[in-house]
């Protein structure tokens, strides 16, 4: 791997499910209002901004209209830089009962990934990296999402944790355990649902040859939102955009 990909610090952001059902209004996730990364080319969320996504007779259909799954890079100039998967498909189902998840699946197309800095992500995406030419699938699957306090076994959550996600990473056709806690939320009759998690990485875990400049490894980060908006497209807060449809197509371009 080239000496500047070793040297990007990067950062992968998914985007799961806020579920917003017919009658459902949509709620903010009560949660710490601290200002969001800056990340040139991104507006990520904080959780008091997160909004419910439909839930339809127990399961949220995860697509490129309600999900943002993404990376963020360090330029030459050390800026964050945020790049977005455009293809991918994922279900969040819930238990029979409607109290709570029972699994998570989601597949994303590696070679998908996009960004203003096209440099950076064909670097990304090389031989060293996801290897996109050899492994195009990126999946995850959990189905042991659990509530979570603080504790030895979940380790210290942040005001907005309160779950658990345990479930099976498959990268460059490597299935390897992951665990991470996160923030899930129910909402009206579970017709709505939002997920948010931030957490921190091993590539090497993965096979990527990537050397992170933090010891703790990159900082993944999961938002689930309703609408979901284009960081490439967005339009600034105030300017009224509306709601996006929950469908594979029709979405604006992303980043």
């Not at 056709?173 to 931030?198: C, K, N």
């Amino acid at each position: 791997m080239s000496k500047r990909m070793q040297h990007s610090d990067w950062v992968w952001v998914l985007l799961a499910g806020l579920v917003w059902g017919v009658g459902c209004t949509p709620t903010p996730v009560p949660g710490p209002k601290a200002s969001p990364p800056e990340v040139v080319g991104a507006t990520l969320l904080t959780p008091d901004q997160m909004r419910p996504i439909t839930v339809d007779e127990g399961i949220a259909r995860l697509t490129p209209a309600n999900t943002r799954i993404g990376v963020m890079l360090t330029n030459e100039d050390g800026e964050k830089v945020w790049a977005e998967f455009r293809q991918f498909h994922g279900i969040v189902t819930l238990t029979d009962n409607r109290i709570s998840v029972k699994r998570i699946d989601l597949e994303i197309d590696s070679d998908s990934l996009e960004s203003k800095a096209a440099e950076l992500v064909e670097q990304l995406k090389s031989r060293d990296g996801l290897d996109v030419e050899h492994f195009r699938l990126i999946g995850f699957f959990a189905n042991n999402v659990a509530p979570a306090f603080n504790s030895l076994e979940s380790g210290e959550l942040r005001d907005f944790e309160n779950h658990r996600i345990r479930g099976d990473l498959t990268l460059r056709g490597e299935t390897r355990q992951l665990s991470f806690p996160a923030r899930i939320e129910l909402f009206d009759g579970a017709r709505g649902l939002v997920l948010m998690a931030r957490f921190w990485f091993d590539p090497a875990k993965y096979g990527l040859a990537y050397e992170p400049e933090d010891d703790r490894g990159v900082e993944l980060v999961v938002e689930v939102s309703q609408p979901v908006e284009s960081p490439l497209t967005a339009k600034k807060p105030g300017s009224g955009a509306q709601p996006a449809d929950e469908t594979d197509t029709g979405r604006s371009p992303q980043p």
